[in-house]
Nanobody, 121 residues
Framework: VQLVESGGGWMQPGGSLRLSCTASGFAFSRTLMTWARQAPGKGLEWAAHISSDGTSRTYADSVKGRFNISRDNDKKTVSLQMNSLKDEDTAVYYC???????????????RGQGTQVTVSS
């Protein structure tokens, strides 16, 4: 499994960024894809996931209405459009598969190297 994220960077509050992830090494079109994030000093947090066919999208309350997850099964990519960014969105963002709650802790079996998103004025 290989997951490579891109698109992070610095943005002022209220701005937008778009993250992309290119996947390989597994049956992408049959796999639920997740975006997760880890803020400084905190654990991994689920942000959003999208079903294998792209028809179902679910978001954490903290990003609902601001973030949009999408995928292209032909290109084996999954994206996260982040709008109305807030300071608290600052984190390393990971594209991941095989995620879930394990003994109350959110974990993912596979994730990329991550891309840093910094929101500040």
């Amino acid at each position: 499994v290989q997951l490579v994220e891109s698109g992070g960077g610095w943005m002022q509050p209220g701005g937008s960024l778009r993250l992309s992830c290119t996947a390989s090494g597994f049956a992408f079109s049959r796999t639920l894809m997740t975006w997760a994030r880890q803020a400084p000093g905190k654990g991994l947090e689920w942000a959003a996931h999208i079903s294998s066919d792209g028809t179902s999208r679910t978001y954490a309350d903290s990003v609902k209405g601001r973030f949009n997850i999408s995928r292209d099964n032909d290109k084996k990519t999954v994206s996260l459009q982040m709008n109305s960014l807030k300071d608290e969105d600052t984190a390393v963002y990971y594209c991941a598969v095989g995620c879930g709650l394990y003994a109350g802790t959110f974990k993912c079996n596979y994730r990329g190297q991550g891309t840093q998103v910094t929101v500040s004025s």
